[in-house]
């Protein structure tokens, strides 16, 4: 007798299904290895074009004659002096040295029970992986966690 129950439940016998520490320091270990990613600055922001470089990229010396002196826009000077998120903190903390800052705030526990999200869609899920404990809302978001996302980071 072969089904759909009986496939799965093959292919179930074969996952490592993870403890709740184990899940704990998966978790962490995907939050740490993001802030990493999030805190470096651009590392192209320094580049300058090559003299040879193709004229597609640089303004026609034409042009430049017809407008003798180009007027800086407040986008430019938003992405010439962008700060990053570590810098913002530094920065709120000299100008706010006294409680309550950025870094102080802090709030009581919710008396409501947590909400659970769908790590595929973002919807409200009502489903846990057995497996690393991420939760999914339906089938087919499960089908979508099992392909690409459950145990991608692996303690």
């Known amino acids: 007798m072969s089904g759909a129950g009986s496939k799965r439940a093959v292919r179930d016998v074969n996952r490592r299904v993870m403890d709740q520490a184990t899940r704990q320091r998966r978790a962490r270990k995907a939050l740490e290895s993001l802030e990493q990613d999030n805190f470096h600055d651009d590392p192209h922001a320094d ?5 040879k470089a193709l004229s597609l990229f640089q303004d026609h010396p034409e042009e430049e004659r ?5 007027s800086r826009t407040t986008e430019y000077y938003k992405q010439r002096f962008r700060k990053n998120f570590p810098q913002l903190l530094e920065e709120d903390a ?4 006294n409680p309550p800052n950025y870094l102080s705030a802090q709030t009581l526990n919710s008396l409501q029970p947590a909400r659970h999200f ?3 869609c973002g919807f409200s899920s009502k489903y846990v992986c057995v497996v690393c404990g991420t939760r999914y ?3 087919r978001c499960q089908e979508t966690h099992e392909e690409t996302r459950c145990l991608k980071w692996t303690a």
């Open 118 to 120: 769908c790590a595929v």
């Open 137 to 139: 809302c339906s089938r």
């Open 94 to 97: 000299v100008q706010n040295p």
């Open 66 to 70: 017809k407008a003798k002196r180009k």
């Open 47 to 51: 580049l300058v074009m090559s003299k």
